[in-house]
């Protein structure tokens, strides 16, 4: 008989990690990069050395659909002109709380300093096109 109760106390079980697998399973937390301002925006349009320096301003959110805590560790994201890095900045190590968003302001200095063909940055400049992107590696 003690057969028969652990095959019954079995079923009610099995249901439970049915539950548990379709409706409690972790997903992905989201990742959203909010509005980005720009401050202190400098730039010369001179022929022999054209320039720019200015700060992006952003909030970075984690949205954590789970019922745990979503940590993460130090990253680094990066902000191009072109093939160049032109700017750097960091998300310091935190954490989500369950089915809550957490939120962080960022801010990263962009200067062209690092840019070496001036020439090409000026016809970009004078077309008044900036091929810049952010990334975050993974």
């Not at 992006?56 to 002109?81: I, P, S």
Request: contains cysteine; hydrophobic residues 35%.
């Amino acid at each position: 008989m003690s057969g028969l109760r652990s095959g019954n106390h079995g079923r009610p079980r099995s249901r439970s990690l049915d539950f548990c697998s379709i409706f409690l399973r972790p997903r992905t937390p989201g990742f959203e990069l909010g509005p980005v301002w720009v401050r202190n925006l400098i730039y010369r349009t001179n022929l022999s050395s054209p320039s720019f320096n200015f700060t992006l301003v952003t909030t970075v959110a984690f949205e954590n659909t789970n019922f745990g805590d979503f940590r993460f560790d130090n990253t680094k994201g990066t902000v191009w002109c072109g093939l160049v890095v032109v700017g750097e900045f960091k998300i310091p190590t935190g954490r989500a709380r369950p089915r809550a968003t957490e939120r962080l302001n960022v801010s990263v200095e962009v200067s062209s300093l690092r840019v070496p063909n001036t020439t090409t940055f000026h016809l970009k400049q004078q077309y008044k096109f900036w091929d810049f992107r952010a990334e975050q590696p993974c």
